[in-house]
């Protein structure tokens, strides 16, 4: 019986999970296959993984900013983090759902995802009837 330490625990919590539950599956069977002792490292952990878990996950507070500032660079990196899913990143944030819209509009923070659809559905051919 194979134990993760609590860094490994982390990094698969913190993981997206694009492919679902499968690839997590897949992630933990090769863990435990390559493991050499009773505990699964980090190191165990497919490279995409680990790699993923270095990438903009982490946010850094840049010195000299205000409180202001610094909410407006968290919302907007999380919403960006969950491809504007707002309901998500209000969860990521801690927040309700109205609350992220209020300091959206605080902010005045626009919905990249939303104007994205819209430019590329006024750009699509209607279907000729």
């Known amino acids: ?10 990094l698969l919590i ?17 863990a435990v296959l390559v493991a050499k002792g009773s505990e699964i490292v980090v190191t165990d952990l497919p490279e995409s993984i680990r790699e993923e878990s270095t990438a903009s996950t982490d946010f850094v507070i840049p010195p000299h ?16 983090r969950t ?6 990143a209000a969860q990521i944030l801690g927040l309700y759902r109205p609350t992220l819209y209020s300091k959206m509009k605080k902010h005045d923070i626009r919905d990249a995802g939303k104007a994205a659809r ?3 559905a006024a ?3 209607t279907p000729a009837g």
């Open 1 to 10: 019986m194979k134990t993760l330490a609590p860094s490994v625990y982390h």
């Open 14 to 30: 913190r993981n997206r999970w694009p492919g679902n539950v499968r690839e997590l599956e897949n992630a933990v069977e090769r």
């Open 65 to 80: 900013r205000t409180l202001a500032e610094i909410e407006k660079m968290a919302i907007l990196q999380t919403l960006r």
């Open 83 to 88: 491809n504007w899913n707002k309901q998500e």
């Open 118 to 120: 819209t430019s590329s």
């Open 123 to 125: 750009g699509s051919p």
